[in-house]
């Protein structure tokens, strides 16, 4: 009996370890924001061809209409600097963070992310990207902890850098940014864009956590029932052999 007992709290120490460490490395895509968040974007700019429109954008504003489980409903408005509406003003689409799709369709960059992701995570639809860090930055007097997704694309033809900036609380994208070199005759050719929040009621309702707290992963409900379960039974042997 003696020889059981010690695989047996080698078994269970084992499970109780897996268990965990399980709610580490999955990853649970939930929205983090409300009905009634909107974020503004300004600062646009614009240089090279096909950018130079930016210069002209006064403002863009997505509002947070509908949250229904895993899908958030944004409502786009907004105009030039010339007060006229920009293409596309007044349309509401519903964005997947779990999926990663626009209305359906699967979209690699969209406004919103899933809330409370860490470096590493995957960024959906599956099998693209990752958040290559999370830092500090502030944002309109506010610090924010925030989820930095880099993109580098290298062809013959161009190389091209995007740099997407998401607040981790609530997911939604803060700043954008893009500079493309094409590999073009007689001498490379060069363009960018960029924009960034100048407005939002996220970040009042959405606080960062005191980095003098440690934030620690929640065991679900799974597999605390899992672990219970397998030290019942544990315990059943043991007592039977007794």
Same mark, same amino acid.
């Given at each position: 009996?003696?020889?059981?007992?010690?695989?047996?709290?080698?078994?269970?120490?084992?499970?109780?370890?897996?268990?965990?460490?399980?709610?580490?490395?999955?990853?649970?895509?939930?929205?983090?924001?409300?009905?009634?968040?909107?974020?503004?974007?300004?600062?646009?700019?614009?240089?090279?061809?096909?950018?130079?429109?930016?210069?002209?954008?006064?403002?863009?504003?997505?509002?947070?209409?509908?949250?229904?489980?895993?899908?958030?409903?944004?409502? *786009?408005?907004? +105009?030039?600097?010339?007060? /006229?509406? $920009?293409?596309?003003?007044? @349309?509401?689409?519903?964005?997947? &963070? #779990?999926?990663?799709?626009?209305?359906?369709?699967?979209?690699?960059?969209?406004?919103?992310?899933?809330?409370?992701?860490?470096?590493?995570?995957?960024?959906?639809?599956?099998?693209?990207? *990752?958040?290559? +860090?999370?830092?500090?930055? /502030?944002? $309109?007097?506010?610090?924010? @902890?925030?989820?930095?997704?880099? &993109? #580098?694309?290298?062809?013959?033809?161009?190389?091209?850098?995007?740099?997407?900036?998401?607040?981790?609380?609530?997911?939604?994208?803060?700043?954008?940014?893009?500079?493309?070199?094409?590999? *073009?005759?007689? +001498?490379?050719?060069?363009?960018?864009?960029?924009?960034?929040?100048?407005?939002?009621?996220?970040?009042?309702?959405?606080?960062?956590?005191?980095?003098?707290?440690?934030?620690?992963?929640?065991?679900?409900?799974?597999?605390?029932?899992?672990?219970?379960?397998?030290?019942?039974?544990?315990?059943?042997?043991?007592?039977?052999?007794?």
């Amino acid at each position: 009996m003696k020889n059981l007992k010690f695989p047996l709290s080698i078994i269970l120490a084992t499970v109780i370890l897996f268990a965990l460490a399980l709610p580490v490395f999955a990853v649970d895509y939930n929205p983090g924001v409300t009905v009634g968040q909107y974020i503004k974007y300004g600062n646009f700019s614009g240089n090279g061809q096909g950018f130079e429109a930016f210069n002209d954008y006064g403002f863009l504003k997505l509002q947070v209409t509908s949250v229904s489980d895993k899908q958030v409903t944004l409502l *786009s408005t907004g +105009q030039f600097k010339n007060g /006229t509406t $920009l293409p596309g003003n007044g @349309t509401r689409t519903i964005w997947n &963070i #779990e999926t990663g799709t626009e209305d359906g369709t699967p979209s690699t960059q969209g406004p919103i992310i899933a809330a409370n992701l860490n470096q590493h995570d995957t960024i959906p639809p599956p099998d693209t990207y *990752s958040v290559n +860090q999370s830092v500090s930055r /502030t944002y $309109l007097g506010s610090m924010r @902890t925030v989820n930095l997704l880099i &993109i #580098e694309i290298n062809t013959s033809d161009y190389n091209s850098t995007l740099t997407y900036v998401y607040d981790k609380l609530s997911g939604i994208l803060l700043e954008s940014s893009s500079q493309t070199t094409t590999q *073009s005759e007689p +001498q490379p050719v060069a363009s960018s864009y960029s924009y960034s929040i100048i407005e939002t009621n996220i970040f009042s309702s959405t606080p960062n956590p005191s980095p003098s707290v440690p934030e620690f992963p929640i065991l679900t409900l799974e597999v605390v029932v899992v672990v219970l379960m397998v030290v019942t039974a544990a315990l059943i042997l043991i007592k039977r052999r007794k």
